[in-house]
């Protein structure tokens, strides 16, 4: 389809999927937030770094880490947040520090954190990029986030919505920026099953989306046999900073090997219990706490291993 006719049609689909607002709950004129803070950990790279935590009114839905990247024609955003508030804040954020175009806002999966703060962009010349497998996959859920992310934000969610990509990553993707170029790669199922990394040549930068967690738990939407795959080819990528999809930005494949040990206990605790008969329930309830000094291990853990259950139950 064309480009134009594709807006049309899934902007034509988003309208229908937003939830009924309320005149109480968007004000016509919501006071923007203040420039989102960020730090530049390479030359010409930038990091936002989110709150670890759930979406509240109090933090617009600022919870994944965001980045751009500034080549010498345009620039590329990874990661948008989880409202539209949060994408403008950012945008805000990428003015104080270069006047040129976004030309690429790619988003590393579906989830709302990472993506709801898409529609703030539309105002610049930018194609919307995206794992060639994450439009199905929002699809399905796309009614639910939004209609979640409005009974938790409030007044903030106001006009968020979702923005379809138009350009599709399968396998790998370069992008230029002008005097730098962005790769780009789609993963197996893992974290999720449209997972996408973005890596800078110029300075080695891997943003990792949620494939990495630091601090926050790991949290399985996809497959843990696919991400404990993963892991080791993902730490051979590592040749600069690190950006997680959440926690501190470092150095080193450290906190790979971090995540690779909760992935990897919790594979074996769930594998134990099928063996020795155990239900679901049981096996939720007798996980022990995991080690490592995870935070949001009661939002998080009991979820995983009912994910790690219902996978592994029918493994060979
Ligand atoms: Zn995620």
């Not at 806002?105 to 990472?114: E, F, K």
């Not at 789609?186 to 930068?205: E, I, K, M, Y």
């Not at 991400?227 to 590592?238: D, E, G, K």
């Amino acid at each position: 389809m064309m480009r134009a006719a594709r807006r049309w049609a899934a902007g034509l689909l988003c309208a229908l999927l937003l939830p009924a607002a309320s005149p109480q709950a968007m004000p016509a004129v919501l006071p923007p937030l203040p420039p989102l803070s960020v730090q530049q950990i390479a030359p010409g790279v930038w990091v936002h770094v989110g709150l670890i935590g759930d979406f509240a009114a109090d933090n617009a839905g600022d919870l994944a880490n965001l980045g751009f990247v500034v080549g010498s024609r345009c620039v590329a955003v990874i990661d948008t947040g989880g409202s539209r508030q949060v994408g403008a804040a950012l945008l805000a954020a990428i003015r104080l520090h270069t006047t040129l175009p976004v030309c690429y806002v790619i988003a590393t999966h579906m989830h709302p954190d990472h993506l709801l703060g898409h529609a703030a962009f539309r105002t610049e010349p930018a194609e919307f990029v995206s794992s060639v497998h994450q439009g199905k996959s929002l699809a399905a859920r796309a009614a639910g986030y939004l209609t979640r992310q409005a009974s938790q934000l409030g007044a903030q969610a106001a006009g968020t919505a979702i923005v379809p990509a138009d350009r599709l990553v399968d396998g790998e993707m370069v992008l230029d920026l002008g005097g730098r170029h962005l790769q780009l790669r789609t993963w197996r199922t893992a974290h999720t099953d449209n997972d996408l990394t973005v890596q800078d040549d110029l300075s080695g930068t891997l943003f990792t989306g949620d494939l990495l967690f630091v601090g926050h738990l790991p949290v399985i939407d996809g497959s843990l046999r696919g991400w404990l795959a993963i892991l080791p080819i993902l730490r051979t990528l590592v040749h600069g900073p690190v950006v997680p999809g959440h926690g501190p930005p470092g150095n080193g494949s450290e906190p790979f090997q971090a995540q690779e040990r909760y992935l990897q206990q919790l594979a074996t605790e769930v594998r134990a219990a099928l063996k020795g008969g155990r239900t679901l329930a049981e096996t939720v309830a007798q996980s022990p706490a995991p080690t490592g000094g995870w935070q949001l291990v009661e939002l998080y853990h009991r979820r995983n291993v009912t994910a790690a259950f219902a996978e592994l139950e029918w493994e060979d």
